[in-house]
């Protein structure tokens, strides 16, 4: 069945770049997407990237999809304090009953 | 806007007790989806509905009903709570081939 992998925590200092590896197996996949959850709120969509894209820019943060590799990364320029959350990623598809995967969700964690 | 409202935000219950989690969305969104949250798990989809009137279960359905009252409204009910069952509950929904949309959940805790 589908899967979608990501590592659970990253540690960066403030004001560094931060880089969130996710990888997932489902070639269908035609959406790929970054949610921020933090403490105690619900999941809050980030961005995301139709699979035939290679890059996706917005403001800070800079999305990168290798196809060939099922390979998804955020990337978060000048990561501030306010940017410490659980990062999720998931795949979807078309489709009205597709049900999107989820990740377990990356903790960042910023120190000054 | 208020886009996926879930109430109550907190709830304390006893083993065995019932009760009913609940959501709305504003949005027309055909398809509302119940996960829970749990350490270490990740979000884990528990029943869902892609539109009015079907629902199907999801990974963990065991010890949940679940009712799509009308397009806007998806509630979740435990029959008799147990304490695997304390978690925090999410309720999203989406439209076709859109990201999903969460609400700020429900905090369930069961002694």
């Known amino acids: 069945g589908e899967d979608v992998e990501q590592s659970l925590f990253l540690s960066v200092r403030e004001g560094d770049s931060s880089v969130i590896n996710c990888t997932y197996t489902?070639?269908?996949?035609?959406?790929l997407y970054w949610y921020k959850q933090e403490p105690g709120a619900g999941l809050q969509l980030l961005t995301y990237?139709?699979?035939?894209?290679d890059m996706k820019q917005d403001q800070r943060l800079t999305v990168l999809l290798n196809k060939k590799d099922k390979h998804l990364s955020l990337r978060i320029a000048d990561t501030q304090t306010g940017d410490s959350a659980i990062y999720f990623c998931?795949?979807?598809?078309?489709?009205?009953?597709?049900?999107?995967?989820f990740g377990r969700g990356t903790s960042l964690i910023v120190h000054p | 806007n208020a886009g996926v409202t879930q109430t109550p935000k907190f709830q304390v219950l006893k083993t065995g007790q019932s009760m009913t989690l609940q959501c709305a969305q504003d949005?027309?969104?055909?398809?509302m989806y119940w996960y829970r949250q749990d350490p270490g798990m990740g979000l884990r989809l528990i029943y869902y509905?892609?539109?009015?009137?079907?629902?199907d279960k999801g990974e963990v359905p065991n010890g949940y009903n679940v009712s799509r009252l009308n397009k806007r409204e998806f509630s979740l009910r435990l029959e008799s709570a147990a304490p695997s069952q304390t978690s925090v509950y999410f309720c999203?929904?989406?439209?076709?081939?859109?990201?999903?949309?969460f609400g700020d959940g429900t905090r369930l805790s069961i002694l």
């Open positions: 990237i139709f699979s035939n894209m």
């Open positions: 509905s892609a539109s009015e009137g079907t629902t």
């Open positions: 949005m027309n969104h055909n398809s």
């Open positions: 999203a929904s989406r439209d076709t081939n859109q990201p999903q949309h």
């Open positions: 998931a795949e979807g598809a078309s489709g009205g009953s597709y049900i999107p995967t």
């Open positions: 489902d070639s269908s996949s035609t959406y």
